[in-house]
């Protein structure tokens, strides 16, 4: 696990730069910095605490599972989102109706990840637009429950609710981003956040036109 969660302080400088870098000129969505954009949020999230350790370790398997795709035989087809989808379709080489032979595709461990792209995006936005008295952990709530919540147990939504109780203030969040002033913070934020839509925005419709929106 050292080699994908690295003990480094964390910047919300780097997601940014890190989805911004993950977009190609055709708007495809390269694989590589995808995946490095979850390194570093999840190195962020550990750095808020060991409550966090049953999220921590889901995403980081599912990040390993993409870096051994890239690393794999057929790694090179794996360096965008776009040619994954086309490379393990025309393989078959995705479970679409049940688990079965292929528990690790690239696109049903892509489609957990983009699922939580999705509450990141709302997190994130309901973040910049608080006030200073904001709760992180009320924030964190909502955006779950509009949209992973959907996607999780009855256990998973306790665990992950209970979980977020434990965030700290708008105030300490904001310095453990290690961005500058709160002010800065919201600008980073507003400049971040337009490409983490994009981004999930191209894998969403991708995802729809090929029927994997609701892999198992
Ligand atoms: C900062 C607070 C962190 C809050 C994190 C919110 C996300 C909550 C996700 C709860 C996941 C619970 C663990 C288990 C999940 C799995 O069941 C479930 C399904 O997988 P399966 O089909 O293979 O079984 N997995 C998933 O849905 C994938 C979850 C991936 C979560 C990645 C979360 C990274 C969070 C990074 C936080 C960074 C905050 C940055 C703010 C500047």
Redesign the pocket.
Known sequence: MADVVEDQKFS?KEVLDTFQSCLTDNKEILIDQYVAGWRG??R??NS?GTI?S??SK??VG?IQIMANHRKGGHGEQYETVQSMVKYELAHGLVDLTKRADHPESGCRTTL??H??LR??ELF?ERLRTSGEDGKTSAM?AEA?NES?AH??SWI?RKA?LMA?CA?PGRATFFEV?NVGTPDQVVTMLGEALPLIAEVYQITEELYAKNNLLDLP
């Open positions: 919300l949020l999840v962020f999230m808020l966090f049953f999220i889901d995403a599912k957990r990840l699922r939580a509450w990141l994130l964190c779950y992973l996607h999780h998973i992950s977020f965030l981003m």
